[in-house]
């Protein structure tokens, strides 16, 4: 493997609450099913904002208003590849019908905590749950907690 395919993957993820279910997408992933929260890569120049509103409506249909930095995650994946991945916490505005998702996005489902429990060992890793769980004891921070500059700042 090359070097570079070595460094990290810059992904975002959003967590989307209302009325305690939480929106997941469901996705097909090297061969299996599972569940995240609507994610992927930060491209470039793009901010990590920008990123996460729009991996949102690519992924579910909804458009978001971030809020709130979740937090900053490291994860390696069994496929050997590793993820920083930040998370936000955004407020689902509005469903757009019949938007054609991503490729290997099967739907979109708002799953409360207790159904998120029951399908547990399908969740994509290990960071979706901990994310909620981060999320459900309240901890987050402000968005100006991110700093982005570009070669045009």
Do not use: C
């Amino acid at each position: 493997m090359p070097e570079h395919d070595k460094r990290p993957h810059a992904t975002v993820a959003t967590i989307i609450e209302r009325d305690g279910h939480y929106l997941l997408v469901k996705e097909e992933r090297d061969g299996k099913v599972v569940y995240n929260q609507p994610a992927g890569h930060i491209e470039h120049g793009e901010s990590v904002i920008q990123a996460a509103v729009r991996e949102t409506f690519e992924e579910t249909g909804w458009h978001v208003l971030p809020t709130r930095f979740g937090g900053l995650s490291s994860y390696h994946a069994p496929n050997g590849i590793s993820y920083l991945r930040s998370t936000l916490i955004a407020e689902a505005l509005e469903e757009v019908p019949n938007v054609v998702l991503d490729e290997g996005i099967i739907e979109a489902v708002w799953l409360d905590y207790e159904e998120i429990l029951m399908i547990e060992d399908q969740l994509r890793s290990p960071v979706v749950k901990k994310v909620i769980d981060d999320y459900r004891l309240g901890i987050s921070y402000p968005l100006d907690l991110i700093t982005e500059f570009s070669a045009s700042s």
